[in-house]
């Protein structure tokens, strides 16, 4: 009848062990270091590098974390059962245990709390609250009887009942079930609470399903709702079987008992929502689920009753109380691991975070003392190999630095430059200036043209590179200056300045020199016109050569293409002149097919074009075409020179730094001076020195290991689902 898989109460097992075996660690780790504290601070006086508060602090984490473990090993998941007077909650207790651990039966069975855990050793036994003498315990009736007996025990004293965990299965992995007399018994319940209830993870109200929920068990778990936030509430209908004698009624009935506890535990208490609340509340019958479970175990048929053929309905009932089996192993697993452990986790983290503080501590006063025996001791040589070292080991770092830094500046350079070549139209068609095609106010308009363009270009340059390389040196000034402090002495420190902030990054373009051989042709060409259309589909250098009916000179630089495209042009040129009469011919065919008015009206829109281009050709149309040729000689010298500026701002830079890093170095050479006729050796105190910053890094990466556990932890048992 019974699944047969893990129990989720391994879990709490599991996490327990694992949270043990971390403080195991931690305690030794800390009893540890409060020794090497003792010892730092009870040291030489040349090497106290603790003091007494550090060493008490440590030894305080210690006694915390014995306490703590202590705890531990004493901590369990725990569940309390409550309800009225023959409800059923021992036999419910004995159900989930397979075996009739409590007494049970009708009327007032149960007169005191009973705690119900399990023991390692075969015999079971218990001991009163007053006495931790053990009384043999074999049989249920014999555990009655002995609590009957007892006139010492009231309703509100406790018995704890040890029960083999080899006749339990459920008692193995640390569950302990509280068993309670009625709570229609007693006005004590506030006590109860205060002495019972407290550490409780679960609580289980069993009810009578003859009957509803009553006030009495109401009052009860209000009280405890307002000393616990939000605590786990289960609700058991038990004597479900009862049902089957009206199965009318079973499901109108079912539906008012699962409204009103639906209702006390959302509406009421609170404790949960009314989408969650249906899967706290079950139907059962214990008795029924007891019987079979020991018929079973003693190989006999399942009847639900001694002697008997299965009740109507049974199964369900007993697939309700598995149900209900599961769910609290889930859910009691999970709130006892967080309700258990979390807090003591945060202490531990708190212990390891105080414990990595104090050799922090320890560590920074430990250098600070060692570089105290390095300066002031003039006999001390590590100091003076260690700076001699740094030097040399910061002049590659630096040398690759400013490299880096003047690669950088000429890129940056370069894609500023080569982006404002390409704004060089709109940096152009901005100028504005009085235009006239004389030959002495085109040379002054080329003048101001030029220093228009070159200031636009070099405060384009300045804005987007200046201030990033300005910053970038000022950076890397502040490095040296920062790396190469250390290593200076005090009477050097105080003459260090800061980095001079006069440097300006230039940008020389010589655009005047660049375009001193710009020569602009300003004259009117026609649009349609033979030397137009040559130009335009064969270039203005390659039309001219055409076009003047002589073999041009090959040059080095002329491609094969260009060449190509020459030689047709020439060829072309060559036929038109040859075959004039030809045109004349084809022309006079052409007059007879299509007639002469339509040859003359082409004429006469050939030339009213011709007349409407001579006439807008205004100054104002030569001032865009000697723009525009500007801009193509402009833009070809600029690309030249690309490599060249960005050359010019990169020597900048480096020389900047270089001078800087020198002057640097000589700062450095005048400590190493000074420490040449101060060195002493200090080898012994220095070896202890370090030795005690080794140790402490030690036991701080130590530290940092166990909070990786701790959070290994946290994650696995405390944060997840």
Known sequence: MDAVDPSPLRRFVVAKRSITSIFDQLLEFVKDGSAFVDEAWRGDDQVQVAVEEQSLEMQSCATKLSTIREVLLRRHMKVAFFGRTSNGKSTVINAMLRDRVLPSGIGHTTNCFLRVE??????????????????????????????????????GSLVKV???????????????????????????????????????????????????????????????????????????????????????????????????????????????????????????????????????????????????????????????????????????????????????????????????????????????????????????????????????????????????????????????????????????????????????????????????????????????????VLRDIRDAQRHMIDSVRPLLSLSVQEQLSAPSTSFELTYDLGLAALCADFRENIEFQFSLGWTALVTRFIGAANAKRALSGSEPRLQESSTFKDEMVVSIATGLVSVTSRASMTVLVIGGVVCRSVGWRLIALSISLYGLLYLYEKLTWTDASRERALKQQFVEHAVHRLRAVIPVCSSASSQQVYKELSSTFNRLTQRVDLSEAELEGNIRQLSFRIQRLENIQRRSKAFRNRATELETQLEAFSVQYLQGN
């Open 118 to 155: 399990g023991t390692d050793g075969d015999e079971a036994y218990l001991t009163a609250e007053a006495s931790n003498e053990r009384k043999s315990v074999n049989t249920v009736n014999q555990l009655a009887h002995a609590l009957h007996m007892d006139p010492t025990l009231d309703s």
């Open 162 to 468: 040890f029960w083999p965990k080899s006749r339990c299965a459920l008692l193995r992995d640390d569950l302990v079930l509280m068993d309670s007399p009625g709570t229609d018994v007693t006005l004590e319940l506030d006590s109860w609470i205060d002495k019972f209830c407290l550490d409780a993870d679960v609580f289980v109200l069993v009810g009578n399903a003859e009957s509803t929920l009553m006030n009495t068990e109401k009052l009860f778990f209000h009280k405890v709702s307002e000393r616990i936030s939000k605590p786990n509430i289960f609700i058991l209908h038990n004597r479900w079987d009862a049902s089957v004698s009206e199965p009318e009624y079973i499901d109108e009935v079912k539906k008012q008992h699962l409204d009103r506890c639906v209702s006390f535990l959302a509406e009421e208490l609170k404790v949960v929502g009314l989408d969650e609340a249906p899967g706290r509340i079950f139907f059962v019958s214990a008795k029924e689920v007891l019987s079979s479970r020991m018929q079973r175990a003693q190989g006999m048929p399942e009847t639900g009753e001694p002697g008997g053929a299965l009740a109507e309905g049974f199964h369900e009932r007993l697939r309700e109380f598995q149900m209900f089996e599961r769910t609290f192993e889930e859910f009691i697993s999970q709130s006892a691991v967080k309700t258990k452990f979390e807090q003591h986790t945060v202490r531990a983290w708190q212990i390891t975070e105080a414990i990595k503080a104090v050799m922090d501590a320890i560590n920074i006063a430990s250098a600070d003392r060692k570089i105290f025996c390095l300066e002031e001791r003039e006999d001390q040589r590590d100091r003076l190999d260690f700076v001699r070292g740094q030097i040399n080991r910061l002049t590659d770092n630096v040398k690759e630095r400013i490299r880096t830094l003047t690669d950088d500046v000429a890129a940056k350079v370069a894609a500023a430059l080569s982006d404002q070549i390409r704004s060089l139209p709109v940096l152009v068609e901005e100028f504005r200036a009085d235009f006239n095609p004389t030959q002495e106010t085109l040379e002054l308009y080329k003048t101001k043209l030029l220093q228009h363009v070159e200031e636009r270009m070099v405060g384009c340059l300045a804005h987007r590179c200046s201030v990033s």
